[in-house]
């Protein structure tokens, strides 16, 4: 059974950072394609950054662009969301995702695993 446990959030300042970070574990986490989400009480769940499973392919939402970076270690199992430059607006649960054929996407439907979340609160 394949298992995602995001950490890192908590409450920081706007223009503050913090980084998440997701292990992943009972899969093959080095052919996953990995993404972060952020849903809102009311709102869909949005695509905030993905990575395919070789590295060689990012891509960020147009709302982070400049300011958030997603990064992986395959040793470790785990996808990392650096978060600088925050906003108010970023506040939101965060949640990781697996993607079984490696390809990085933007839809939710195409993830195959999901973390339960981290809580991201910034103060203006």
């Known amino acids: 059974q394949v298992q995602l446990v995001e950490s890192g959030g908590g409450l920081v300042q706007a223009g503050g950072s913090l980084r998440l970070s997701c292990a992943v574990s009972?899969?093959?986490?080095?052919?996953?394609?990995m993404g972060w989400f952020r849903q809102t009480p009311g709102k869909e769940r949005e695509f905030v950054a993905g990575?395919?499973?070789?590295?060689?392919?990012?891509y960020n939402a147009e709302s982070v662009k400049g300011r958030f970076t997603i990064s992986r270690d395959n040793a470790k199992a785990t996808v990392y969301l650096q978060m600088n430059s925050l906003k108010p607006e970023d506040t939101a649960v965060y949640h990781c995702?697996?993607?079984?054929?490696?390809?990085?996407?933007?839809?939710?439907?195409?993830?195959?695993?999901w973390g339960q979340g981290t809580q991201v609160t910034v103060s203006s």
């Open positions: 990575i395919s499973w070789s590295d060689y392919s990012r």
């Open positions: 009972g899969g093959i986490f080095s052919t996953y394609a």
């Open positions: 995702a697996a993607d079984r054929d490696g390809i990085v996407d933007m839809r939710l439907d195409d993830y195959d695993y």
